[in-house]
């Protein structure tokens, strides 16, 4: 890893954590990142920029547990390793934030740089390899494509037809475990059962 730059007030890019950790945006270190702080960022953010139904967000942490729920209906065998890095694969939002793919696609390829180093260090502080292979990779973008066509038909109010054209086809997920994931959480609710999806995960 190279060695960390000198920082600056006037060029400031980290952040301080509810934990105490400084967290860098362009040289994130592995040691500077806290489940405890993704958990508690994620279950502040909002998914769709909060254009969506409900007493409360629909959260980031609540879109990666649906995104795991989703990725373990399609792959019932597939090992917990890469069930915990589904369910991490948004957490660089964190400290990012939630972008909707039409502003990404404004900023251009500088912000998928921060987001793909954030990732890495994430991978690597909790065990995973800084790069999935392609077919993990694949197969956690159709989850999240899956869930992303849920929360758009059941919350953000986007037709059937419509969301098929943009996210593809419904996962066919239980319909029980779609009212239970598809009902926006508390904050503290959302943060809480990620954190213990992420601790049954980690320890399998």
Known sequence: MTA???SSVATRAW????SGRRLDL??????DIEIADIAHGLARVARWNGQTSGAHIFSVAQHTLLVEAVMREQMPRVDARFRLAAML???PEYVIGDMISPFKAVLGGDYKVVEKRL???IHMRFGLPPSLADEITRAIKAADRGAAYLEATHL???????AKRLFGRDPGLPEATVRDYLTPWTAARAEKQFLARFELLSSA
């Open 156 to 162: 953000a109010g986007f037709s059937v037809s419509e």
């Open 4 to 6: 960390r730059r000198p």
């Open 119 to 121: 990732l890495a260090a």
């Open 26 to 31: 362009l040289d994130p270190s592995p040691l």
């Open 15 to 18: 952040q301080r954590m509810l």
């Open 89 to 91: 694969h948004d957490a």
